[in-house]
């Protein structure tokens, strides 16, 4: 038997016998009626011809409820059960933060040490990236997901932790500026796992088993680093198109940011740890769950691979995932040694609704009564508009730099965002959501090119969203024939060809189709391709245009030049 496979293999079949803990719902330690409620919140999901879940509620050592529910397989109706091997999405973010903290803790990595100090071929940004950079998501780097459209991965291919490092190996600019601001990226997961393999001499995998497995006793576990390996009793990926399920596949090896197979039994162990470690001490824990700070002081809720908050007047530790058919969900309340996960194979996202409703169930709530929410806090002033005209000069679209855009239009005495928002006057130029008073616009003129600009402050905002107001232009045979021509990146080594045809602009490359290219202003062109939706040409001092800056979401800075022949 091939050595990649047989410990998993072995570890199903041996993994109702070798348990601890209970592998039932049918515990003692939960009343009957507890049972129910809890079985109820699955029924959705509770049938022989299709997919669904498996949960599980960890309370001190024990695992007091684990129940599956729905089918594991389609094909061979084969019930999802607590030891149904589950894939962790993005959960298994946690484990590869773990391992950098019982390294951290040996010495053998230092958080605030510039990555290259670890992984020498990685490109040279000019800007100093640590690896605390890299496990709180504040590295600026681009999410090698997102990057492989590039290379012609579409959601058909296999994206392996060797063609993530060569895509990344490529990389030279960042999104921003490192500990500017948190952006999740599954980049700075992959890295960490090398990370890992350069320091211990091993590799990702058999490191997290010598260290956090086999220590646990999760002999159910592991990170799987190739994407042929035979898992038995894996649950397959499926979602649903119209009333049929279909086969989901997942395309993605890469490790770190993902790559962890295990069970609801063997994940009772590993929640236990945060509060009774046999695998590293509570220092290690400790640093594993402290929160990040950005370059400015302020605090960030993502620690190492798991988020940190509050949920019912406790501390909680959360992380989700999700990849093809998976859906996964974690929630720890170490002050109560309690814990609750779902594990999904339908597609469903509504299994992440219900640790909620599962937290409701055993956790009281000690956290300060709400109050009711009114549309608009009486202290918020509210400016009455005595020429309703005025509102006109508001009106139009609003396009940032990363390509967040807007519509913003007036009707009667009133002023909408997106046709439906309506807004509430404050000021000169200041108007607030009338149902979210804390979230305001603010419009005002430059006085030099006397361009109209807009600007969205909102409390989760870490700074206020700045827009131009453009509109989208129709422009003549000639003046689009300046946009024509070949755009190259070296970064993804990929290209995009812009032609006009029948007076309308379109860009392809040898993977995708032809689409249409709208422009706003004359400098922001939106496309249909989700992975280069928004564009901002790149002008000479002349004017002249000698590339694309791509700025779409959280990607900027990947500038495409233009060729010239």
Known sequence: MNKKLSYIVLAVVLSFGSLSLPTTGSAQSLPNSLISKLDL??????????????????????????????????????????ATIFYMCSV??????????????????KLDEDMHTYLPWMGNFGKKITVRNLVNHTSGLRDDIGLAQFYGLGGDGMLTQELALQMLKRQHTLN???????????????????????????????YTDSAIFRPLEMTASAFADDHSRLIAGRAQSYEKNGEVFHNAGQNVYTLGD????????????????????????????????TPGKLNDGSSIPYAMGINVN???GYKRLTHNGGLAGYRTIIAIYPELKTSFYIFGNAGDGEVYNEINQMAELLIPDRSAKKQPQTPASPNV?????????????????????????????SKP???????????????????????????????????????VLAKL???????????????????????????????????????FDIVVKNDVLSISDKYHDPVKVRLFGTDHLFTDYDFLNHVRVVRNNKGGITGFELNTGDTAGMVFMKQTK
């Open 176 to 206: 921003f500026n490192p500990g500017e601001k948190f952006s999740y990226s599954n980049s700075n997961y992959v890295l960490l796992a090398e990370i890992v393999k350069k320091v211990t001499g091993m590799s990702f995998k058999d």
């Open 457 to 495: 402050i909102s409390p989760v905002l870490a700074k206020p969203i700045e827009m131009e107001r453009v509109s989208e232009v129709q422009l003549s045979r000639a003046q689009l024939s300046e946009y024509a021509g070949r755009y190259f990146s070296d970064e993804v080594g990929a290209f």
């Open 381 to 409: 002033p509210v400016a009455s508009i005595k020429d309703s005209t005025e509102l006109v000069k508001f009106g139009g679209s609003y396009i940032a730099a990363n390509g967040y855009k807007i519509t913003v239009n």
């Open 92 to 109: 298994s973010k946690q484990f590869a933060g773990y391992a950098i903290a019982l390294l951290a803790g040996e010495g053998k990595i």
């Open 41 to 82: 919140l699955f029924a959705r999901w509770n049938k022989d011809d299709a997919p669904g879940c498996a949960a599980g509620v960890v309370r001190g050592d024990q695992l007091v409820y684990a129940k599956g529910f729905g089918l594991a397989d389609l094909e061979n109706k084969t019930p999802n059960t607590p």
């Open 310 to 312: 509050t949920d019912r």
């Open 413 to 451: 005495g009133k002023l909408y965002v997106n046709g439906n928002v309506e807004l509430e006057a404050e000021g000169q130029g200041l108007f607030h959501m009338k149902t979210r008073s804390s979230v305001k616009y603010q419009f005002s003129a430059d006085p030099q090119t006397k361009v």
């Open 258 to 289: 993902g790559g962890l197979f295990t069970s609801v039994n063997d994940m009772a162990k590993w929640v236990t740890n945060f509060y009774e470690p046999k695998a590293g001490a509570l220092k290690d824990v400790a640093l594993m769950t």
